[in-house]
């Protein structure tokens, strides 16, 4: 396969990529986010007396990762030669996820510290009137991951619909995107783990439970379109 250039990239492979006198994979980079995140969460919580956090963050530090790795299975079917040049340029060069992603952290800090559902600002009760500012850190830091990731799956779900409505593909090429579809889908379900551990706030849990459905309702027409719309 050939080497992706950039613009046909997410993000954050750009990122590694870019990075000088670093030659990893990126599936290491996955494997290092996972065990840094991890270390962090549970060196912090062990500092703070804050056993309580242990589980739900390491919940969203898995489903971060896990988020990474179907980004990279979302791309590599989605790179493929023979899958339109516009499809591509509008998946990885608009970088229209980075615009979505903004916007949920931007809510998500909103209700941390601010809305007010009845019970005070989520912050407080998490981590008391006084939170530590190391662990509030990393609780951003998770947080910008797993709204990037979510801000990635919605842009690739619209994506696939409006490709799979406009062209026609022969069965080679309509298979290898319904492996990206699939994998998409498979992105929106994994972030239902995240479901138990927010069942107290409704605001997040709707937000969540929102995005899935959607993500499945859009994926799922357009492997339909897909297999409606196949030549040959």
């Known amino acids: 396969m050939r080497r992706p250039e950039y613009g046909e990239t997410w993000a954050y492979e750009s990122i590694i ?96 510290f601010v809305f007010d559902p009845g019970g005070g600002p989520l912050v407080e009760r998490l981590f008391g009137t006084r939170p530590p500012t190391l662990v509030v850190y990393l609780t951003l830091l998770v947080m910008w991951d797993l709204c990037y990731r979510l801000g990635t799956g919605w842009w690739a779900a619209i994506v696939a619909l409006w490709r799979s409505a406009t062209y026609r593909f022969d069965p080679e090429t309509a298979a290898t995107l319904r492996r990206a579809d699939r994998e998409t889908l498979l992105f929106g379900i994994i972030q239902l ?17 929102g995005h899935v459905t959607a993500v499945f309702v859009v994926t799922t027409t357009s492997l339909a379109l897909l297999r409606w719309r196949e030549t040959g």
Not at 73 to 89: Q, V
Not at 193 to 209: E, G, K, N
């Open 17 to 112: 990529g870019a990075l000088p006198g670093v030659n990893i994979s990126r599936r290491a980079a996955i494997a290092i986010q996972l065990i840094v995140f991890e270390v962090a969460l549970l060196g912090l919580a062990w500092y703070y007396a804050l056993p309580d956090i242990i589980v739900p963050g390491t919940a969203a530090v898995a489903v971060a990762a896990a988020g990474s790795s179907e980004m990279l299975r979302i791309s590599g079917a989605a790179r493929a030669p023979e899958t339109p040049e516009a499809y591509r340029r509008l998946l990885f060069g608009s970088s229209v996820e980075v615009v979505l992603s903004v916007l949920a952290f931007i809510a998500f800090v909103t209700h941390l």
């Open 193 to 209: 783990v995240l479901v138990p551990f927010i069942l107290d706030f409704p605001v997040l849990l709707a937000a969540l439970i």
